[in-house]
């Protein structure tokens, strides 16, 4: 059975940096991608970031040049490195590993942004 287990959410000022990190559990096979969204009170899942089996990366424009995806393949995980934060960014962040079979979610980390 796959989990996949986040961390790293918590609060910080605006400006500051967090760096969120999603792992699945079990045995996972033909991963297409894998992604971060997130959830703010009010408003639908958006997605923040996503990085392809081929390595190529996709960003919301509302995070480029301040958010950094990547991953390590050897270890099943994805890494969101998040610098330069707005009080916008505040949400429920949630990872997802979309595979041939379907797609698996994290529980969600939150991310609070705030002086």
């Known amino acids: 059975q796959v989990q996949l287990v986040e961390s790293g959410g918590g609060l910080v000022q605006p400006g500051g940096s967090l760096r969120l990190s999603c792992r699945a559990s079990?045995?996972?096979?033909?991963?297409?991608?894998r992604g971060w969204y997130r959830q703010a009170p009010g408003k639908q899942r958006e997605l923040v970031a996503l990085i392809t089996s081929g390595g190529s990366r996709n960003y919301a424009d509302s995070v480029k040049g301040r958010f950094t995806i990547s991953r390590d393949n050897a270890k099943n995980t994805v890494v969101l490195q998040m610098n330069s934060l707005k009080p916008e960014d505040t949400a429920v962040y949630y990872c997802n590993f979309n595979v041939v079979t379907g797609s698996y979610w994290g529980q969600g980390t939150q991310v609070t942004v705030s002086s």
């Open positions: 079990g045995s996972i096979f033909s991963i297409n991608a």
